[in-house]
């Protein structure tokens, strides 16, 4: 690769590097777990990076920790044009896919062409919940803020009157991927429905 090259992929990926700081200022529903604010998606991503590694042993098909460690840290860099969207949020999970294609397409188009096609398939593959590495990753996504939402007292929960249906509807999945994680969620789950904040339908 000639040096104007190397400069000009230097500076693209900068630019990227530059650009994605700006998921620090997309704040989630999820609190920190002392409660005292919300946490944003960096965090989050940083949080289920280091769960990627630690938790892999409870996975029941083997997956490539460093492909899924990659996938999380990048997944909702697509919320930086989209906003986040809510796991409950029913209205805004309509016009969801397309936000999020829209700041797929600016986002990792700034970066050169094969890291950007990388974490695009990446983004992708994660978005279609299919293979091993994806449903691990889903699974992070949704133990993290269970774990935090716990520790906090259930104040999200609460805040958004969320049903015991939401709850298992959005983590249908999780059992096939880990089944004793899908245990330690029901009784997280149990827990907080038996103290109000969860409620029962």
């Known amino acids: ?7 000009n992929r230097l500076k693209q990926q900068i630019r990227f590097i530059v650009e994605i700081d700006k998921v620090k ?3 989630r529903q999820t609190y920190l777990a002392d409660a005292g604010r919300r946490e944003n998606d960096a965090e989050h991503s940083w949080h289920i990076a280091l769960m990627a590694y630690l938790l892999q042993e409870h996975a029941e098909e083997p997956v490539d920790v460093s492909k899924v460690m990659t996938m999380v840290l990048i997944h909702d860099l697509v919320e930086i044009d989209a ?4 796991a409950y949020d029913e209205a805004g999970a309509k016009t969801k896919r397309e936000r999020e294609e829209a700041g797929a397409d600016r986002l990792f188009g700034l970066l050169p062409e094969d890291q950007g096609q990388y974490f695009r398939e990446l983004w992708e593959e994660f978005e279609a919940y299919e293979t091993a590495e994806a449903k691990y990753a889903h699974l992070l996504d949704n133990f993290q803020p ?17 049903k015991k249906s939401q709850v298992y509807k959005r983590n249908e999945k999780i059992e096939e991927t880990s089944e004793i994680i899908w245990r330690k969620m029901q ?15």
């Open 83 to 86: 906003g986040d969207t809510y």
């Open 187 to 201: 009784e997280i789950i149990q827990m907080h429905i038996d103290r109000g904040n969860i409620e029962e339908i």
């Open 1 to 7: 690769m000639k040096n104007e090259q190397k400069w």
């Open 146 to 162: 269970l774990l935090l939402n716990d520790a906090a007292d259930g104040i999200s929960w609460k805040e958004h009157q969320v």
């Open 25 to 27: 200022n997309i704040f």
